[in-house]
């Protein structure tokens, strides 16, 4: 009796939710996607339209956050409806935070909102301790990922003891700022925050290691190439780059007393050596491989330099000597420290540029550097094992950390979070470096100043209102005035200035016409520019989120006029 094959299994497509979320998972995988699914934002809404705040949450909705809460007490008004497209003519009188929620859900049914009516003080008053409410629940934002603060006309100290309190709690916050034609948002992250997977340009992660090669690649290289000029032209002309290196590399040791090309005079020099190895009498008229070999002689043959980025991670002390609470990321990082003080070298990437090679030789090749890879993967982990024992700790750092790490060590970054640049008398300011004002006709950082500015100006006014009680008249130009003498206590916080080598008067015609805008709009957004400078925040706050690519450090403005956008460290 004959034996029926068996029924190959069916296919297993795509899931209903790799489908919604193709593409975005192309650019953070699945781990991306499940930590914006892990992640619940608040969006605090200090007054004013809050529309910028909406449409960061549009754009985080849209990639399937996990959940959000607007805390916010306005009643919806007929001008919410000609800025924030999340409201509709049956809003008006109902409360904005319930309405915005109920139409942003819809976007992404997957997300769940919660709308808390409340103004911004009486919920951070039961929620952050301070001498107001010395009986506030500690841990009552415990359950937020990270903190939106969104305002017109911020209120100052509340900004502050928010900021406090996400520097106490390791929890990143947004400061967003969009008024007229110009907006800018600040990024408080935790200190230290580093970045595994920044993603870099793939041609920037190849690591042959052609100069320290490894006795399975050198053996590789010998069997292929120690024949060579009696190969067919169709093999000749199919030897791996890499190989021909490898060779030509021990030639040329041989006639220069052991040691490879180093100086760009000596590389250069290599190169002619292995571009006159090529052969040009075949029916092509020279060897593609040849050419991939000398163009790769600049890039490849450098010795493994440990990254300025990744010496500061080493020197930092929870990379030292980490402890039982450290991070997952400090153990890593003393492991793969310990490998480079054992090695000289980092633990090698594994990954091969595409290459002309026939396929027999270029899988073998491949597999030698994925085993190579393998066994520098494996010697950290057991690095990590062996302290996660002497540490005793109970919940082991995922293997695919370890090899993530491994992998990108050579691009992690580690970011040193600052407080939010927010201006406080008789306290240190932020860096504001004038001199970048002069020198550069083009600086956005007058916008900076301006907004600082402006919430100096309006923290001055709530402290001290005028004596008759009216509000300052933008007409007769007192507004303006009272802001450009904000602007002047900002200024005059610079060395520059106070060494006396950069005057005031000379800086003042770049910030007035942004104080003017502000005048003019009194508070108001304009929604291209809100729903423009929310898709930036969106997108700062899903790298700051995934912890993947690099995300701002720490403050971006935007000029609405000359649609043109700048970071800053400040």
């Not at 005079?265 to 060897?287: L, Q």
Request: glycine fraction near 6%; hydrophobic fraction near 35%.
């Amino acid at each position: 009796m004959t034996a029926r094959p068996l029924t190959p299994p069916p296919l297993q497509g795509p899931t209903a939710k790799e489908k919604k979320y193709d593409r975005q998972l192309r650019l953070w995988a699945a781990s991306g996607q499940q930590a914006l699914e892990d992640a619940h934002v608040l969006l605090l809404n200090d007054g004013g339209p809050g529309v910028v705040g909406v449409e960061t949450l549009k754009n985080l909705i849209l990639p399937g956050i996990g959940s959000y809460t607007i805390v916010d007490d306005n009643i919806v008004a007929e001008n919410d409806l000609g800025i924030n497209f999340f409201l509709t003519d049956q809003s008006l009188g109902k409360s904005r935070a319930e309405e915005t929620c109920k139409y942003l859900t819809e976007l992404n049914p997957d997300v769940e909102g919660y709308p808390v009516r409340k103004s911004l003080k009486d919920f951070l008053g039961n929620a952050i301790p301070s001498d107001d409410h010395p009986l506030a629940d500690p841990n009552a934002l415990d359950q937020y990922t990270l903190i939106l603060f969104v305002a017109s006309k911020p209120n100052y100290p509340l900004l502050r003891l928010v900021s406090s309190y996400c520097v106490s709690k390791a929890l990143p916050l947004f400061y967003v700022h969009s008024l007229g034609l110009f907006s800018h948002f600040s990024a408080q992250l935790p200190d230290p925050f580093p970045i595994v997977d920044t993603h870099p340009d793939p041609t920037s992660t190849q690591d042959l290691r052609l100069l320290e090669p490894w006795h399975e690649l050198q053996e590789f290289a010998k069997s292929k190439t120690e024949s060579l000029d009696t190969l067919s032209n169709h093999n000749h002309g199919h030897i791996p780059y890499l190989l021909l290196l490898l060779a030509f590399l021990d030639d040329w040791r041989e006639s220069h007393d052991g040691k490879s090309p180093g100086e760009y005079r000596e590389k250069k020099e290599f190169k002619s050596f292995v571009e006159s190895k090529a052969r040009t009498d075949n029916p092509e008229g020279g060897e593609e491989n040849f050419d991939e070999a000398a163009a790769a002689i600049l890039k490849s043959l450098n010795k493994p330099s440990l990254p300025s980025g990744l010496r500061q991670i080493f020197e930092n002390p929870n990379s030292k000597q980490p402890q039982h609470d450290s991070a997952n990321f400090w153990l890593v990082a003393y492991a793969i420290q310990q490998f480079h003080q054992t090695h000289g070298s980092l633990p090698l990437p594994g990954a091969l540029p595409d290459m002309k090679a026939q396929s027999q030789d270029y899988i073998q090749l491949q597999n030698i550097y994925k085993a190579k890879a393998r066994r520098d993967i494996d010697e950290v982990t057991e690095s990590v094992r062996s302290m996660e024992t002497e540490l005793k700790r109970r919940t082991p750092v995922e293997a695919k950390e370890i090899e993530s790490f491994c992998k990108g060590a050579v691009f992690v970054k580690l970011i040193k979070g600052k407080p939010l640049p927010v201006y406080q008398p008789n306290a240190e300011a932020p860096q504001t470096s004038v001199h970048q004002i002069l020198e550069d006709e083009d600086s956005l950082l007058p916008i900076f100043i301006a907004f600082q500015a402006y919430d100096l100006w309006l923290q001055e006014t709530r402290i001290a209102p005028p004596e008759d009680d009216s509000k300052p008249s933008s007409e007769d130009g007192s507004t303006l005035e009272a802001m450009k003498q904000s602007a002047t206590k900002i200024i005059n916080l610079d060395d520059a200035i106070s060494d006396g080598k950069v005057n005031v008067d000379d800086i003042m015609p770049r910030i007035e016409p942004i104080l003017e805008e502000f005048v003019r709009a009194d508070g108001a957004e304009l929604h291209n520019i809100s729903a423009l400078t929310g898709g930036m925040v969106a997108q700062e706050v899903i790298k700051v989120l995934t912890k993947q690519y690099i995300p701002i450090d720490n403050t971006c403005v935007f000029d609405g006029i000359a649609s043109k956008s700048a970071v800053f460290r400040v």
